[in-house]
């Protein structure tokens, strides 16, 4: 029994966890994030918990650019299983390095541009904070080989900066975001490949239904994959 004691009882489980199961460690990308601009790690699992809720309930779950996966375990909360994918092995030994027993995900190294995984098939996916940095031209060979791995009535989820937003983006985010798009133009494109998409607005923390332009995120929710794009 710990020698240690919080003034008031209430508190004295967060000492018996630390000293029992043990804290845990951010992740490459979240420790940055936390001490260089501690609101944007906010808006970030905003994000990740908005993903969770939709894709509630779901059997097996990709997600397309985890980084760290720092933010995976919301997701988990409200899904049987999950895979996490990067084109960056170090983002990946990160996340295998921290993988927890209560979240075990399993993290794989991909590049959806160069062909699709097969750990799948999977009833669902997202990927946040993306496409914008994938080029125009090669954008449909990303998205084709995200849904050739998914079921017929599987979920998508899209998130980047919307269009509106990079006029106020710093250079070194504008250096990146090779192709940020309008909520109309990204839900044109996802509807090339699902039969319903639902486009929602984000500022800061909050996802509403608001005028897309005035948004600095957008989250396009898809639903129930063509037959062509599965093929």
């Not at 125009?136 to 899209?158: Q, Y």
């Amino acid at each position: 029994m710990s020698k240690r004691r919080t003034k008031d009882p209430v508190n004295q489980a967060n000492i018996a966890f630390a000293e029992t199961r043990g804290a845990i460690a951010m992740g490459l990308l979240k420790s940055r994030e936390w001490i260089e601009d501690p609101r944007r790690f906010l808006f970030s699992q905003s994000r990740y918990k908005f993903v969770s809720k939709m894709l509630s309930g779901r059997k097996h779950v990709l997600e397309i650019g985890c980084g760290d996966a720092y933010n995976s375990p919301i997701v988990m909360q409200e899904i049987k299983r999950l895979t996490v994918t990067d084109f960056d092995p170090e983002f990946i030994a990160d996340a295998q390095a921290r993988v927890q027993p209560e979240y075990p995900y399993v993290a794989r190294v991909h590049n959806f541009l160069e062909g699709t995984l097969h750990d799948g098939p999977f009833d669902a996916a997202y990927s946040l904070d993306v496409l914008e940095h994938i080029d125009a031209k090669d954008e449909r060979t990303f998205i084709g080989n995200i849904c050739k791995c998914l079921t017929s009535d599987a979920a998508m989820i899209i998130g980047m900066p919307s269009l509106e937003s990079q006029a106020y983006a710093t250079p070194g985010s504008k250096a990146g975001h090779v192709n940020c798009k309008s909520a109309p133009v990204l839900k044109s494109l996802m509807e090339s490949y699902f039969h319903s998409v639902f486009m929602f607005s984000m500022n800061d923390e909050v996802v509403h239904t608001g005028y897309h332009k005035m948004a600095h995120y957008i989250l396009a929710l898809c639903a129930h994959p063509t037959a062509a794009a599965t093929r």
